[in-house]
C-alpha cells in the first residue's frame, strides 16, 4: 500500500491505494468519477484518456501511485458549472457520438490536441492525432467536425481574452 | 496484475540501490512494461521509477553532439527545437511512435532497454553509431542490440542516456502495422562522415539489423535511384500474420528508397 494524493479538477484528494491501482481505477473507484471509461484494457482504444500535469495519457496504463503528486483533469473536470465547455458543446451540436462510450476519452484528446496546435487544426492533423483514440459508432466523421469546430471557437475566444487584456 | 511494491527514485544512484531488491524492474514511461504487468506477461516484485529523476531529463546539443536522456519522453524529442535543427530525422521517428497520449508518457531509454524488435529508436541508434550510457559504462550501438528484447545491459544497470553525432544527412521511413502502429518495416537511412548506414526495425528474425545490400548501394551514390534492382535476401527476415519475409524483403528497399529520397530533399 502507498499513500498518494493529487490535485483532481481542482480538488485536493489523497488516499491509500494498493500499488497495483491502475490510475483509471483510482479515479473510478475511490473518487467516484466514472467517466473515464475503461475500454480495451490494452492501451489502444483512449477511452479513458485523462490529463495528467497538462498532458493527455491513458490512465489504465498508468499506475495511480507514478501519478501522486500530479495534477489530474478528467472530463468531469471540463464543464464550467452548467456551462459546457467548448469541446463538450461542438460534440453535442455537431453529433460527434452515438453509444456515448468512447466520447469522455475523444474530447480530453481533442482538448490536449487544441491545446498543442494554437496555430489552428486540419482535418488531417485531427485524423493523424486520434490515432490513439476507437471509436466503434461513427466513422469518426462528426467527431473529426466537432474537435475542428471546437478549434476555431476556442481561438476566437482566447484572441477576445488576449484584447481584453491588451 | 500481481502485487507489486513501488518506489520512486530520487537519483540514479537511489535507483541503482533499489533494484537490487528482489525482482525488481526500472519503470519509465511504462509503456510497455504496465501493460504487460496487466496481462501478467511480466510479474516484478519491485518497480523503480526512473520517470522523476531531473539528470536523466532533456536533449542537449553541443555541436555536433547530441545527447538525450534517458527518461525524455518521445513528445519532447519529437518537438525538441534543437534536436530538430541537428537531427530532424531522429525528432520525426520520435513522432511516429505509438499515439500522442503514448508519446507523453513513454521515453527513449524505455524503448531502447526493452529492445523490441519492432521499435523505431533502435534503427536509428544503431544507424547514427550512437552510444548508449549507462550508470556503469558506455556501450556501442552495434554491440548493445543483441536479439530479440534482449541488451548488452547487465541486471540493475540503468541507461542514463544515449549520444551520437549529428549525421549531414539522415531520414527515417516507416511502414506502419494499421492496428499497432509498430513497424512492419522501419528504415533509418544516416550519411555522416564514416560514410552510409543503413538500419532496419521490424523485419528481422534477430531484431534491428544493417543491411549490407542497401549501405553497398548508397555508398557508391547516395540517391533513391541507386536501389534500383538492389535485392535484400530474405532468409534472415521475419514472417508472421502481418507479412511474409519475402514481403518484408520488398519493403525494406522500397523504404530505404523513401528514406533516402527525403534525406537527400
Avoid: W
Avoid at chain 1, 479515479?27 to 489502444?44: A, K
Avoid at chain 2, 529523476?53 to 519529437?78: F, N, P, R
Avoid at chain 2, 543491411?211 to 551514390?221: P, R, V
Wanted: charged content about 20%; glycine content about 8%.
Amino acid at each position: 500500500m502507498s499513500d498518494v494524493s493529487f490535485v483532481v479538477n481542482g480538488k485536493r484528494v489523497s488516499g491509500a491505494v494498493e500499488d497495483r491501482t491502475l490510475l483509471v481505477h483510482f479515479l473510478r473507484e475511490n473518487l467516484g468519477l466514472t467517466g473515464t471509461h475503461v475500454g480495451c484494457d490494452t492501451s489502444q482504444c483512449g477511452a479513458c484518456v485523462v490529463h495528467v500535469d497538462g498532458r493527455a495519457v491513458k490512465s489504465c496504463s498508468m499506475l495511480a501511485v507514478q501519478a501522486s503528486g500530479s495534477t489530474v483533469v478528467t472530463i468531469e473536470g471540463l464543464a464550467n458549472g452548467a456551462d459546457l465547455h467548448p469541446v463538450q458543446a461542438a460534440f453535442k451540436e455537431h453529433h460527434g457520438l452515438q453509444c456515448g462510450f468512447c466520447t469522455p476519452g475523444m474530447i480530453m484528446t481533442a482538448t490536449d490536441m487544441i491545446a498543442r496546435h494554437p496555430e489552428g487544426l486540419d482535418e488531417a492533423t485531427v485524423r493523424a492525432e486520434l490515432e490513439g483514440n476507437i471509436c466503434r459508432c461513427t466513422g469518426y466523421h462528426n467527431i473529426v467536425k466537432a474537435i475542428l469546430a471546437a478549434s476555431k471557437t476556442m481561438a476566437k475566444v482566447s484572441k477576445g481574452k488576449v484584447k481584453q487584456a491588451a | 496484475m500481481y502485487s507489486v511494491n513501488y518506489h520512486r527514485a530520487a537519483s540514479v544512484a537511489d535507483a541503482a540501490k533499489l533494484v537490487k531488491s528482489g525482482d525488481a524492474k526500472l519503470l519509465s514511461g511504462g509503456m510497455t512494461l504496465i501493460p504487460a504487468m496487466k496481462t501478467r506477461l511480466a510479474a516484478p516484485s519491485d518497480l523503480v521509477d526512473l520517470s522523476r529523476i531531473k539528470e536523466l531529463q532533456g536533449v542537449k546539443v553541443s555541436g555536433k553532439t547530441v545527447t538525450i536522456g534517458a527518461a525524455t519522453t518521445h513528445y519532447d524529442v519529437a518537438n525538441d527545437e534543437k534536436l530538430k535543427k541537428a537531427c530532424p530525422a531522429l525528432a520525426h521517428l520520435a513522432s511516429l511512435i505509438g499515439d500522442p497520449a503514448v508519446r507523453h508518457k513513454g521515453t527513449i531509454g524505455g524503448s531502447v532497454a526493452n529492445n523490441d524488435p519492432a521499435a523505431d529508436y533502435p534503427a536509428a541508434l544503431l544507424a547514427l553509431g550512437a552510444t548508449i550510457i549507462t550508470n556503469k559504462r558506455e556501450i556501442a550501438a552495434a554491440k548493445f542490440f543483441t536479439g530479440l528484447f534482449e541488451t548488452a545491459l547487465k541486471d540493475g544497470e540503468i541507461i542514463i542516456a544515449v549520444s551520437f553525432t549529428a549525421p549531414a544527412k539522415a531520414a527515417y521511413e516507416k511502414f506502419r502495422n494499421p492496428a499497432s502502429r509498430y513497424a512492419i518495416v522501419g528504415v533509418f537511412v544516416a550519411k555522416g562522415k564514416d560514410g552510409v548506414s543503413v538500419a532496419v526495425t521490424g523485419a528481422g528474425d534477430d531484431g534491428v539489423f544493417r543491411s549490407k545490400e542497401i549501405e553497398a548501394a548508397l555508398a557508391k551514390n547516395f540517391a533513391a535511384s541507386a536501389l534500383d534492382g538492389v535485392k535484400v535476401p530474405a532468409k534472415t527476415l521475419m514472417t508472421d500474420l502481418h507479412a511474409s519475409a519475402e514481403y518484408r524483403a520488398n519493403l525494406i528497399a522500397v523504404m530505404a528508397k523513401r528514406a533516402v529520397a527525403a534525406a537527400n530533399a
